[in-house]
């Protein structure tokens, strides 16, 4: 199934969103879980330093779970946060708190190297 941000984020069952500046007062209640979910996302946004969105169509957005329930993380300015590489936001998980997290790509339809294929290019023997 093609998804588009909509479409996706309603079969995430995401139920809202959350800024970034109100996380602190949730993780002060101790309403915020334990992980977050890294999901691939069309980028929305131009900038970011990460170029032509015709080369770089895709980003990735966070998820966060505050009394059980799938959050959208949104910028202050209520727009999805979103970053160009899954580095930078392991980087932004580490410093809000997140020891660790899931990362699903619904978007990008990739082809897994059966294991014994992968096994011989690393040049390991054949059992």
Known sequence: MMYDNESLEA??????????????????????????????VYRNKQGGGFGDPDKHPFAWAAIVYVDGVPLRL???????REWSTLDRMAQWMLDNGFTYWWARNDLEIGSVEPLDTAAESLGFPQG
């Not at 069952?13 to 002060?28: K, M, P, Y």
């Not at 949104?74 to 999805?80: I, K, L, P, Y």
């Open 11 to 40: 079969f995430l069952q995401i139920a809202g969103n959350i800024t970034q500046a109100e996380l602190s007062f949730v993780r002060d209640q101790g309403r915020i879980g334990d992980y977050a979910v890294a999901y691939r």
């Open 74 to 80: 949104n910028s202050a300015r209520g727009d999805c």
